[in-house]
T-cell receptor
């Protein structure tokens, strides 16, 4: 069964450094999302992406964050200058279309900012 | 504002006992409601959605618009049901983003 794949599984970075989290969506899926979960808190929506542009973003998704799908396969989340509070589990999710309803999640990337 | 509330952080039952994981939502329109499950060291996966009205692994959930609830039920819990359960809401005809509840850990004891 096709899966959403995220790399790396764990990333440790120093405060102020840039990180790029990568996601390979399921091949025929058109809608892409990033979510994050700070330890002990709920899963929070960050951004949705469709047709090569952001379709919606949350208040969390400020100027430090960006997303792109540069080569038509990888869907990336970049954090320009990481802060301690960016430490969280980041999940990529994809949907084939909006009517199907089901979002398929990657296994997550644990980001630790020190 | 849309919100999903799961009042129980942890629900612990014995094998064979009935289970009900509570979920309440606030949304003014017609939402789509889902239950996602995360087993130990596995990814989040869809368990149920209210549109399909099906039973998966013995679990059912009915959307009650009057009470704005979407509780997850199973008559006889099994040890393999132990997992983290998330209720989630999506606005229809939108970007498809999900709004999650805080999650409930279900622990089924032998």
């Amino acid at each position: 069964e096709p899966e959403v794949t995220q790399t790396p599984s764990h990333q440790v970075t120093q405060m102020g450094q840039e990180v790029i989290l990568r996601c390979v969506p399921i091949s025929n899926h058109l809608y892409f999302y990033w979510y994050r979960q700070i330890l002990g808190q709920k899963v929070e929506f960050l951004v949705s992406f469709y047709n090569n542009e952001i379709s919606e973003k949350s208040e969390i998704f400020d100027d430090q964050f960006s997303v792109e799908r540069p080569d038509g396969s990888n869907f990336t989340l970049k954090i320009r200058s990481t802060k301690l509070e960016d430490s969280a589990m980041y999940f990529c999710a994809t949907k084939r279309d909006l009517s199907s309803g089901e979002a398929f999640f990657g296994q997550g990337t644990r980001l630790t900012v020190v | 504002a849309q919100r999903v509330t799961q009042p129980e952080k942890l629900l612990s039952v014995f094998k064979g006992a009935p289970v009900e994981l509570k979920c309440n939502y606030s949304y003014s329109g017609s939402p789509e409601l889902f239950w996602y499950v995360q087993y130990s060291r596995q990814r989040l996966q869809l368990l149920l959605r209210h549109i399909s009205r099906e039973s998966i692994k013995g679990f059912t959930a009915d959307l009650n618009k009057g009470e704005t609830s979407f509780h997850l039920k199973k008559p006889f819990a099994q040890e393999e049901d132990s997992a983290m359960y998330y209720c989630a809401l999506s606005r229809s005809s939108n970007t498809g983003k999900l709004i999650f509840g805080q999650g409930t850990t279900l622990q089924v004891k032998p």
